[in-house]
């Protein structure tokens, strides 16, 4: 069967049709402008071949319940053109086939569940810290909803008294989004991060903040496996950093073989990049069921 699969971000959109057990058949990258502009050129992508289903892990906040009247809407986001936009209802309309929708994030979380290192796991955190921090987040075998859906990123985790710079998030002074987010390591110390290689106190101070984030988030959900994405962990030299503080952090309250072999407890995403777009075309196949 093939499934059309799309990761709608703020900046791009990547489409794709694979199979599923996770094989891409196709993928193309379309700028996001206005629905007005970008919503035809997706549709344009999937016609003519042949899909059976459409899953989609769409930027937030988006409505993911269900019996919500707004179900698969766009709904309160800062890119005023989306806002209240309904993704699923344009896709229906054109493309008449189930559709599936989840954050971005735990579309990654579900693609890492089913195709990469979570494999046969039933509770997992995945992270992304990039422009923004995102958790996906899957309990007991399902993506975590709620009233709405979780928004880990915005987590408070106090601020360090020796922290040069100020959070970026506007609504919070101490959450780790606003902390740790890419856009917050360029704000605090004026250069973009990928310049900042070299420069120990930048890391340090990113790793203490994502390690409190994720003590926390490894306190409340028990994940089996903590997974990090984004472009921020691009910079590799974070993983032992993090780990070694979440070690400390938790300072042994979890006696668990999976804290106890940290390197494969807190680990990179497995699928090359891929594993928004993977998860999203198990959300179409799940749409089906
Ligand atoms: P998005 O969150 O927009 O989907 P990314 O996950 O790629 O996209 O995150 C982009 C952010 O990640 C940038 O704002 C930048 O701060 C940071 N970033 C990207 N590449 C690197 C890198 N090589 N090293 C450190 N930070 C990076
Ligand atoms: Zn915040």
Redesign the pocket.
Known sequence: MIFGALEA???KMVVAVGEGNGHILEKQSIPTTTPEETIPKIIDFFQGKGIQALGIGA?GPVDVVKTSSTYGYILNTPKLAWKQFDLVGAFQKALQVPIGIDT?VNGSCLGEMTYGCAKGLQNVLYL?????I?AGIAVDGKLLHGMLHPEGGHILIGKNAHDPGQSVCPYHDSCMEGLA???S??ARWGK???E??DKQVVWELESEYLAKGIVNMILLLSPQKVIL???????TQLFPMIREKVIMLLNHYYDTKEIADVEQYIVPASLGGDQGIMGAIRLAELSMQ
């Open positions: 971000g703020g900046t930027f971005d992304t810290i990039g422009t923004g995102g987010s890419g856009p390591i360029e973009k991060a990928y900042l290689v994405g984004g472009g921020v962990m691009n910079q």
